[in-house]
């Protein structure tokens, strides 16, 4: 299919800024192309009516296992981040069987194209369904077109044999899709509280340069179990088992020290801001201006509370100005957040999306500038406007994947009703479990 796309507001990632253009854009055989060939017939044309486009957005830390938990019968009192960790996530990922994960992914894929997002790095766990999880959550992905990065959270808290099938699975699915175009895998670890000195060394000998996706000092409890077990903080242990390979994603750092975030600086990794997820569970919350200002590649993630990236680029940017007691801060941060976010799609190999001979990967937003959009204004458009605007149309490669706000992949006719019974299902397991 041939598209055209008519009066809009191209806005393009650089390595320092983004570039504003108003042109037409063409999707040929779904690549992108600024000239028109007159010899192709276009099958598709849209008057965009001076819209904003941009590339497909990037989520860079989700949990697509929590999709079902909305609603679950968790028992209090939680107290702390331990007791809903306990209490709700350590006994919802012991219950989750296969159909429950291919509905995760299904719906979750589905909320993401709703929000412009067309590249998802998951971190997933269900221990009754570990041997080809990540396979079937990468069929998903393909019905959907789009990018994904996933991963099988190791841990020992469910003993020995469950870590050896999780690193065996994730090893299986990074060494099976390490040339695959649009779906890669990363090793995921839980954290490292919950990660022996026996299995840190096991991971190491078994994944040697892979990427890992792990979370960092979310809470003060990592840092201080981490701490009784091995004599090291958290990114310390990490750099002492020579874990912190190239492009692996450090979630949260909510504690990190000075040294910590020297040795990151020395990386090339990417930390995660989770500011939704932290400011839910009551955690302290990262000062993003004090990462940044090390020369820390950071962006932003959901950590699964949703699949709404333009939220979480907003709170990421209100949050941080408010943690500082400043309301001169934050541009900077939030340009290089954005920004990162782009580039850690292209670290790992998928196409920007929006510039001539790549595969299409671009969102039309359903905002219109009311005031001069150009390379110095994109930002504030983006903070005070965008993120609060609807995605009206999504392209990616030769795929329409939303046109007039309406999804063209959509799920089966009793999809949501199969769901709703099976969910009733999961939360009794739920509810059964010690």
């Not at 400011?279 to 699949?307: E, F, R, Y």
Request: hydrophobic share 40%.
């Amino acid at each position: 299919m041939n598209i055209a796309l008519k009066n809009g507001f191209l806005v393009t990632p650089l390595n320092n800024s983004f570039k504003v253009e108003k042109k037409d854009i063409y999707i040929y055989d779904g690549k992108v192309s600024f000239d028109k060939k007159h010899d192709l017939k276009i099958d598709k044309e849209y008057n965009l009516n001076e819209a904003v486009i941009m590339p497909g957005l990037v989520n860079a830390h989700h949990h697509i296992y929590s999709t079902l938990s909305k609603g679950i019968p968790v028992k209090g009192p939680l107290k702390d981040f331990q007791g809903t960790l306990e209490k709700l996530w350590w006994k919802l990922d012991r219950v989750l069987q296969k159909e429950d994960v291919i509905a995760s992914t299904v719906i979750t894929l589905e909320e993401s194209i709703k929000q412009g997002v067309s590249t998802i790095f998951d971190h997933h766990i269900s221990v009754p369904f570990i041997k080809g999880s990540l396979e079937e959550m990468k069929r998903v992905f393909g019905k959907y077109c789009l990018n994904g990065v996933l991963a099988f959270e190791i841990s020992d808290r469910n003993g020995k044999e469950i870590f050896n099938e999780s690193l065996a699975e994730n090893i299986d699915f990074y060494n099976k899709h390490l040339n695959s175009k649009y779906i890669k895998g990363t090793i995921g670890m839980h954290a490292s509280f919950t990660i022996s000195e026996d299995s840190m060394k096991t991971i190491k000998e078994t994944i040697k340069d892979a990427p890992i996706h792990i979370h960092v000092a979310e809470a003060q409890s990592d840092v201080d179990k981490t701490l009784e077990m091995s004599g090291l903080r958290v990114i310390e242990r990490l750099e002492k088992y020579d874990l912190l390979n190239k492009n692996s994603l450090i979630v949260h750092g909510n504690i990190l020290n000075e040294k910590e975030l020297q040795i990151l600086s020395e990386k090339e990794i990417f930390v995660i801001h989770n500011p939704d997820s932290n400011m839910n569970n009551a955690l302290k919350i990262k000062n993003i201006s004090q990462t940044l200002s090390q020369n820390i590649t950071l962006t932003v993630g959901t950590d699964g509370m949703t699949s709404n990236m333009l939220k979480s680029y907003k709170n990421a940017f209100i949050l941080n100005r408010y943690l500082n007691q400043d309301p001169d801060t934050g541009w900077d941060e939030a340009m290089k957040v954005l920004l990162n976010a782009f580039k850690l799609k292209e670290a790992y190999g998928f196409d920007l999306g929006v510039r001539e001979g790549e595969e299409a990967d671009m969102i039309v937003m359903d905002y219109i500038p009311a005031t001069p959009f150009n390379d110095n204004t994109f930002l504030g458009h983006f903070l005070f406007g965008i993120t609060e605007a609807r995605v009206k149309h999504f392209f990616k490669r030769e795929h329409i994947l939303m046109e007039d706000y309406k999804l063209t992949k959509t799920t089966e006719k009793d999809f949501f009703n199969n769901t709703r019974k099976n969910s009733v299902k999961l939360f009794q397991r739920f509810e059964n479990l010690n």
